[in-house]
């Protein structure tokens, strides 16, 4: 055999070998990476964060996990895993939750979908505007815009200039994500109220002493306030309507004690119920100008569709539910009994 005959049969040898070694550490290589992708990242609790900045590399992204000892894997993995699941350049700015299980793989999953942690804002019915501000304020990651506006300003800002901002924004819980403003908030929440009112003041019962929706917004705000009972609103609702169409004074508390503002401390006087303000209804006839709380739709459909009968007047029981009389001799009665309780 010749000497070149043997070197070629070493040199084949060789390449195979080589082959095989290669053949061997790629599919170690390919089963370090599934690993790799499939394991938890190093999380021990709920409530950890990843922040995305808009303009953060792929790089930053991985030394930011790195760094804080959620991954200890080399940088190249998760950049052989990226272009495996063909996401890389296509991760979205934003905050993601980093709970625990949570792998590789899904990490970047959220982030090509963009899956940002949604934070939540619950208007609770019956908040006025003054609540609504102080909870706004405390809320967080919401950026702070409306600190230090007027309520003018604010209604200007999103869209509504000239409207009193009482009674606008409807209860809900609305979500929001990192990098949302307070007036980001509000804009949704004046626009979810309009939707409501455009949706049902067209279906609402015919004759009522209601000229516009803004009307019904002022009533739904005196039910939202003197009831939270679903069984009660329609029918406080009812005595109201009766007053107005009968025109008698509304004589509703809460419209006086929001009209006394920070004068309120918690007892309503003799006093308060004679002097006047704009939205004193024991001395002036009507709705008040405004209404005094953010009714929800529950209380919006309680105006629009009283419960028919003829009792004009309810008090408080003292447990939550309220008494309604027809006449007044029954009124007097009822206050004298659960007010006074002088029951006879």
Same mark, same amino acid.
């Given at each position: 055999?010749?000497?070149?005959?043997?070197?070629?049969?070493?040199?084949?040898?060789?390449?195979?070998?080589?082959?095989?070694?290669?053949?061997?550490?790629?599919?170690?290589?390919?089963?370090?990476?599934?690993?790799?992708?499939?394991?938890?990242?190093?999380?021990?609790?709920?409530?950890?964060?990843?922040?995305?900045?808009?303009?953060?590399?792929?790089?930053?992204?991985?030394?930011?996990?790195?760094?804080?000892?959620?991954?200890?894997?080399?940088?190249?993995?998760?950049?052989?895993?990226?272009?495996?699941?063909?996401?890389? !350049?296509? $991760?979205?700015? !934003?905050?993601?939750?980093? *709970?625990?299980?949570?792998?590789?793989?899904?990490?970047?999953?959220?982030?090509? $979908? !963009?899956?940002?942690?949604?934070?939540?804002?619950?208007?609770?019915?019956?908040?006025?505007? *003054?609540?609504?501000?102080?909870?706004?304020?405390?809320?967080?990651?919401?950026?702070?815009?409306?600190?230090?506006?007027?309520?003018?300003?604010?209604?200007?800002?999103?869209?509504?200039?000239?409207?009193?901002?009482?009674?606008?924004?409807?209860?809900?819980?609305?979500?929001?994500?990192?990098?949302?403003?307070?007036?980001?908030?509000?804009?949704?929440?004046?626009?979810?109220?309009?939707?409501?009112?455009?949706?049902?003041?067209?279906?609402?019962?015919?004759?009522?002493?209601? *000229?516009?929706?803004?009307?019904? $917004?002022?009533?739904?705000?005196?039910?939202?306030?003197?009831?939270?009972?679903?069984?009660?609103?329609?029918?406080?609702?009812?005595?109201?309507?009766?007053?107005?169409?009968?025109?008698?004074? $509304?004589?509703?508390?809460?419209?006086?004690?929001?009209?006394?503002?920070?004068?309120?401390?918690?007892?309503?006087?003799?006093?308060?119920?004679?002097?006047?303000?704009?939205?004193?209804?024991?001395?002036?006839?009507?709705?008040?100008?405004?209404?005094?709380?953010?009714?929800?739709?529950?209380?919006?459909?309680?105006?629009?569709?009283?419960?028919?009968?003829?009792?004009?007047?309810?008090?408080?029981? !003292?447990?939550?539910?309220?008494?309604?009389?027809?006449?007044?001799?029954?009124?007097?009665?009822?206050?004298?009994?659960?007010?006074?309780?002088?029951?006879?």
């Amino acid at each position: 055999m010749s000497r070149f005959s043997m070197r070629g049969r070493a040199v084949w040898r060789a390449l195979i070998l080589l082959l095989l070694v290669a053949a061997v550490a790629a599919a170690w290589l390919w089963r370090d990476l599934d690993r790799f992708a499939r394991t938890p990242l190093d999380i021990a609790s709920t409530g950890q964060t990843l922040d995305i900045a808009r303009g953060t590399g792929f790089k930053q992204i991985v030394d930011d996990l790195r760094g804080r000892g959620i991954s200890h894997a080399s940088p190249l993995y998760w950049r052989v895993l990226a272009e495996q699941m063909h996401v890389a !350049g296509r $991760l979205h700015a !934003g905050e993601y939750a980093l *709970a625990p299980g949570l792998t590789p793989r899904g990490l970047l999953e959220n982030m090509a $979908l !963009g899956r940002v942690l949604q934070h939540d804002f619950t208007i609770v019915d019956g908040w006025n505007f *003054a609540e609504l501000r102080a909870a706004l304020d405390k809320a967080t990651p919401l950026i702070h815009l409306t600190q230090g506006m007027d309520n003018a300003t604010i209604m200007q800002k999103i869209g509504a200039p000239g409207e009193m901002p009482e009674g606008r924004f409807l209860p809900e819980t609305y979500a929001y994500v990192r990098g949302d403003s307070d007036l980001d908030v509000l804009k949704r929440a004046y626009a979810a109220m309009h939707k409501t009112l455009d949706a049902l003041w067209p279906g609402r019962d015919q004759g009522l002493p209601l *000229a516009t929706p803004y009307d019904a $917004l002022i009533l739904a705000s005196i039910v939202e306030k003197e009831t939270g009972r679903a069984d009660e609103r329609k029918r406080i609702a009812g005595v109201f309507v009766r007053r107005l169409e009968h025109h008698m004074l $509304l004589q509703t508390d809460p419209s006086v004690i929001y009209g006394m503002g920070a004068s309120y401390t918690g007892n309503i006087h003799k006093r308060d119920l004679t002097t006047d303000t704009p939205y004193n209804t024991y001395t002036r006839p009507g709705l008040p100008p405004t209404p005094i709380a953010l009714p929800g739709r529950p209380a919006i459909e309680a105006a629009l569709h009283p419960a028919q009968g003829d009792e004009l007047y309810f008090v408080a029981k !003292g447990d939550g539910t309220h008494v309604f009389a027809r006449t007044l001799a029954e009124h007097n009665h009822n206050v004298a009994c659960y007010q006074l309780k002088r029951c006879q």
